[in-house]
């Protein structure tokens, strides 16, 4: 067995090297056609002039980029067209274009308007007489994303990725109708295979398992012989946005959400995927620290409708009765009730409230940014502390300059980063943060066991984001991503706790990382800082 998963891995890896190599060989054939058509150059010149022109015009005209992303594509199209405007085209768009518009749009109109599945007003109007901020907050969400607010019935957090791998395995024995799990990375191992053994047996007593995984996520675990083996054991998988060596301009569109739903019942997410190093299996970083979170109630209807929203863009193949079966009772056509009590055990509850929480995605195919202004919200209106962990900093203008004036007005402002990086040039580009970052009163550390991979975000014993969205451009701009804000949730002082106890084994940064000749440091930082859209 360990065998055949090394001949996997190194699969996939030559998979991935000989796709990379199909893309710089393509890339350097178009530029290579330009000069050799030099006796032409006038009429070139003039052509990749204009070209570079409408591009430049139209990136500084396009609303969904942010400033650093619009400067670093000017200027890497003004100083060199040919290859600033093949770049561009192949990874500068964001995918929202055409073909790839309308069949998001279409598959949208069947599965993710929830609205005709649950009415949402009397909790919104509930929430408002509660905190006219939390129900600003979430109306934005409800009119822009169409996800709805939920009551929040039972809610548990998980500070150990251990520990909510065993809730899913008990879930999984639960099931009586369908497991839909969806990971950025799957590995066939140990991890994995806790859950598969389950799984398998609820697929031999009729329960419906499908999987997705991104192919450049799990691209150094698995390679087509894991389908074909899901396949025998009756579990439907699919691949999102498999690597071929050849152009392929939404490319940078991953899988990034980390999804499991069992029954439309109870949901799980986090930043865990299911892969060995993130269990303890391995340690390929030092310590890994994870977290993930676990609920029930009517909100597990939109992670299901995530799931069923990406597995039909991969291929699509539910009909729309098909896809109201999972919400709709056949017989009568009324939503589905959701179980009170054989699910779920483990949730903290108060006595008649548990606050309200609001399920919601990222999609790189829609115009609005949902997770990047989610996170602007909170930290614009955080009052007394603001606490973030991310294994990715690296921030847009606009989230340095929130970030900053939220410590400058006296919030306790705590950010903690990696101590051990898992890739060394973004490690380089989050460090260049911390000197502004430090000046304003920010608080920050790095995490000195080793990896911090969760992504989450707490303020004032009220607000929280538990989910997938790191703070860097790829989450916030080019991933398909999910997360769940909570508001007055019991299990948001268990958030603030575990980033409280991560940062009493963290080293503060304080001035560390600024030593030196200044100019230096500048002028690395500032060229970090124009590559970071690109990372």
Not at 97 to 110: E, T
Not at 443 to 459: L, N, Q, R, S
Not at 471 to 500: Q, W
């Amino acid at each position: 067995m360990r065998e055949e998963r090394k001949n996997s891995v190194r699969n996939s890896v030559a998979r991935m090297a000989v796709s990379v190599l199909g893309f710089i060989i393509q890339t350097l054939y178009i530029i290579a056609l330009f000069i050799k058509t030099n006796q032409y150059s006038v009429y070139f010149e003039l052509i990749t002039v204009i070209i570079s022109v409408v591009l430049v015009l139209r990136i500084n005209y396009d609303d969904r980029l942010n400033n650093n992303m619009k400067i670093t594509w000017i200027i890497l199209i003004v100083a060199f067209p040919v290859l600033g405007v093949v770049l561009y085209v192949m990874y500068g768009r964001r995918g929202s274009v055409g073909l790839a518009k309308r069949r998001h749009s279409r598959i949208r109109s069947r599965v993710l308007e929830l609205k005709e599945l649950y009415d949402d007003s009397e909790v919104y109007e509930e929430l408002k007489a509660k905190d006219i901020w939390a129900a600003n907050q979430v109306n934005y969400i409800r009119k822009f994303g169409d996800y709805p607010v939920y009551r929040c019935r039972n809610f548990r957090y998980f500070s150990d990725t251990n520990e909510a791998l065993a809730e899913q395995i008990e879930m999984v024995n639960k099931a009586r109708r369908f497991v839909f799990l969806e990971y950025h990375a799957i590995e066939d191992s140990t991890a994995f295979h806790m859950l598969l053994e389950p799984l398998a047996k609820k697929v031999a007593e009729g329960v419906e398992v499908r999987i997705i995984y991104d192919d450049v996520g799990s691209i150094g675990f698995l390679n087509s012989a894991f389908i074909r083996k899901m396949k025998e054991l009756g579990i439907k998988c699919r691949v999102f946005n498999y690597v071929l060596p050849v152009l392929n301009i939404f490319m940078q569109n991953r899988d990034h959400r980390k999804i499991m739903v069992v029954d439309n019942e109870v949901a799980f997410t986090g930043g865990y995927n299911l892969a060995d190093e993130y269990f303890g299996f391995t340690h390929p970083y030092g310590e890994w620290k994870d977290s993930g979170i676990e609920f029930d109630g009517e909100a597990v209807k939109v992670m299901t409708a995530l799931f069923l929203y990406l597995w039909n863009i991969i291929e699509d193949s539910d009909s729309l009765k098909g896809v109201r079966s999972y919400f709709l009772d056949e017989a009568t056509g009324r939503p589905l009730p959701s179980s009170e009590s054989i699910y779920m055990t483990g949730g903290k509850r108060r006595p008649g409230y548990n606050g309200y929480i609001v399920p919601y995605g990222g999609n790189p195919l829609a115009n609005e940014r949902i997770p990047e202004n989610v996170y602007l919200n909170i930290i614009k209106n955080s009052a007394r502390y603001l606490y973030i962990m991310t294994p990715y900093l690296v921030l847009s203008t606009e989230m340095q300059k929130e970030l900053e004036l939220a410590a400058k007005r006296g919030v306790d402002v705590r950010i903690v980063t990696p101590g051990i990086p898992d890739k060394k040039t973004i490690f380089k580009v989050t460090r260049s943060y911390y000197h502004s970052l430090h000046n304003s009163g920010v608080k920050i550390y790095e995490y000195t066991p080793g990896f911090c991979h969760a992504k989450m975000i707490v303020a004032d014993d009220k607000y929280a984001v538990v989910g997938t969205i790191n703070f860097d451009f790829r989450s916030l701009y080019y991933h398909f991503e999910n997360a769940v804000l909570m508001y007055d949730v019991p299990a948001i002082k268990d958030v603030r706790d575990d980033i409280l106890d991560a940062v009493k084994v963290s080293s503060s940064v304080a001035e560390k990382f600024f030593t030196g000749s200044k100019m230096y440091y500048g002028l690395r930082h500032t060229i970090l800082r124009l590559i970071s859209p690109l990372l």
